[in-house]
Each structure stands twice: as C-alpha cells, then as structure tokens.
C-alpha cells in the first residue's frame, strides 16, 4: 500500500470514527436525544402543563443541552407538535390494529375492540391524556383550526372502518362525515370530561370503553 493509500485510508478511518461513539453512528445518537426530548416533554408537558413549562427544563430532564434541543427542535411549540403527532400515530395504531374473531355479533366486537384501543391510549397515562386533549389544542392562535383539522381526520379515520355500514344504512358520504365528526366531538368531551374529574369520582376505564362504544353504534349505525 502506497503512502498517500495510507493517508487515505487512514482519513476513511478518521471519517467514520467521527459518525461513530461508543458504537453508535451520529444518527443513532441523534434519534437518541430526539426520544429523550419527547419523553421528557410527555412528562413536563403532562403534569406541569405547556404554559408553565420551559425549554430549560425539558433539556434538564433529557440530559439535552439547549444547543441540541434547537438541533431537533424550532421552538417549545414544535416540540409539543412532535408529542401530538407521536399520540397521534399511537391512536391510530389503537385503531387500525384490531383482530377480532369471527363470529356473532362481530360488528359491535370489533367497535367494542377499537374503542377500548384507543381509549386505553389517551387515558392509561394520565399525562398523554393531558397533552392530547387539553394542552395541544390550546397553544397558539390557530388552534380552534387546528382541533377542527384533527377532528376531522380521526372522523375520516371512522369513515373508513364503518363505510359498508353506512352506506348500508343509506347515509351518503357527506352524512357519513357528519355522523363520525359528531362522534368524535362528543367521545372528545366524554374523555375531557373523565380526565378532569377527581379520580375517585370517576367511573372505570371499562365503563368509559362501554359507553363510548355503544354511543359508536347509535350514532353511526343506528341500532
């Protein structure tokens, strides 16, 4: 091997060790302090509220310097969108990721299962529950658009999974969408409601499942 091949593949060398530490390659490790961020923010954001939190704090809790939480992050505000949209996605999960075995009365097992997903994803921790139906809807001056937009996608989301119902029923797409918008407005104010009670006035999480799904059948399947 030649000296400037020496060079070389020394530089290759030094290159990588630079994309790595401790066995772990830069993105690892960004992804890293990303995870630690929004587990720090669930919990700052969850118990202490958006108002009364801090960028200082959340970089204390995550072990994150300032300098890398403006790495990741444009502001507190984004931060708290990337929590949404982590909730988000874990709902949609909840949603979507229902098996249910055939047999009678499959329609209301399957609403019951779905509903249980996601009502045991917004209310088993009471800090998501926080975030997802009282902190993220009320931070900046669009957020009455905003709760509307994410209304509007939970009940397209409903659509999908009951349209051969519906339209079974003879309701046309725009009732469609009418039916599951007020669906999801009215299950938003139940679970509003559930959290905000003292826990020893409320009723179990299994109630709440039960009535949430029943009010599933009535108003989007009318029977």
Same mark, same amino acid.
């Given at each position: 091997?030649?000296?400037?091949?020496?060079r %070389?593949?020394?530089?290759?060398?030094?290159?990588?060790?630079?994309?790595?530490?401790?066995?772990?390659?830069?993105?690892?490790?960004?992804?890293e302090?990303?995870?630690?961020?929004? *587990?720090?923010?669930? %919990?700052?954001?969850?118990?202490?509220?958006?108002?009364?939190?801090?960028?200082? &704090?959340?970089? @204390?809790? !995550?072990?994150?310097?300032?300098?890398?939480?403006?790495? %990741?992050?444009?502001?507190? &505000? !984004?931060?708290?969108?990337a929590?949404?949209?982590?909730i988000?996605?874990?709902?949609?999960?909840?949603?979507?990721?229902?098996?249910?075995?055939?047999?009678?009365?499959?329609l @209301? /097992?399957?609403?019951?299962?779905?509903?249980?997903?996601?009502?045991?994803?917004? #209310? *088993? *921790?009471? @800090? #998501?529950? /926080?975030? =997802?139906?009282? &902190?993220? #809807?009320?931070?900046?001056?669009d957020?009455?658009?905003?709760?509307?937009?994410?209304?509007?996608?939970?009940?397209?989301?409903?659509?999908?999974?009951?349209?051969?119902?519906? &339209?079974?029923?003879?309701? *046309?797409?725009?009732?469609?969408?009418?039916?599951?918008?007020a669906?999801?407005?009215?299950?938003? %104010?139940?679970?509003?409601?559930w959290i905000?009670?003292?826990?020893?006035? @409320?009723?179990?999480?299994?109630e709440?499942?039960?009535v949430? =799904?029943?009010?599933?059948?009535?108003?989007?399947?009318?029977?």
């Open positions: 091997m030649g000296e400037a091949e020496i %070389e593949d020394s530089r290759r060398v030094q290159r990588q060790g630079a994309r790595l530490r401790k066995g772990r390659t830069l993105a690892e490790r960004r992804q302090r990303r995870d630690a961020l929004l *587990d720090a923010a669930i %919990e700052v954001f969850g118990t202490k509220g958006y108002a009364s939190s801090s960028i200082e &704090e959340i970089c @204390r809790k !995550a072990y994150v310097s300032s300098r890398d939480f403006y790495a %990741e992050f444009a502001n507190r &505000e !984004a931060l708290l969108r929590v949404g949209l982590q988000t996605e874990r709902v949609y999960a909840a949603l979507t990721d229902v098996e249910v075995e055939p047999g009678p009365d499959l @209301r /097992r399957r609403t019951w299962a779905r509903v249980a997903g996601l009502v045991h994803v917004l #209310v *088993d *921790d009471p @800090r #998501v529950a /926080r975030i =997802a139906i009282v &902190e993220s #809807v009320g931070i900046s001056a957020h009455e658009a905003r709760r509307l937009s994410a209304h509007h996608l939970y009940a397209d989301w409903i659509c999908t999974y009951v349209r051969d119902e519906l &339209e079974s029923k003879g309701l *046309d797409e725009r009732r469609q969408q009418a039916f599951s918008l669906l999801v407005g009215a299950v938003n %104010e139940l679970i509003v409601d905000l009670q003292p826990p020893e006035q @409320r009723c179990s999480v299994d709440l499942v039960d949430i =799904a029943e009010l599933a059948m009535v108003v989007l399947l009318r029977v």
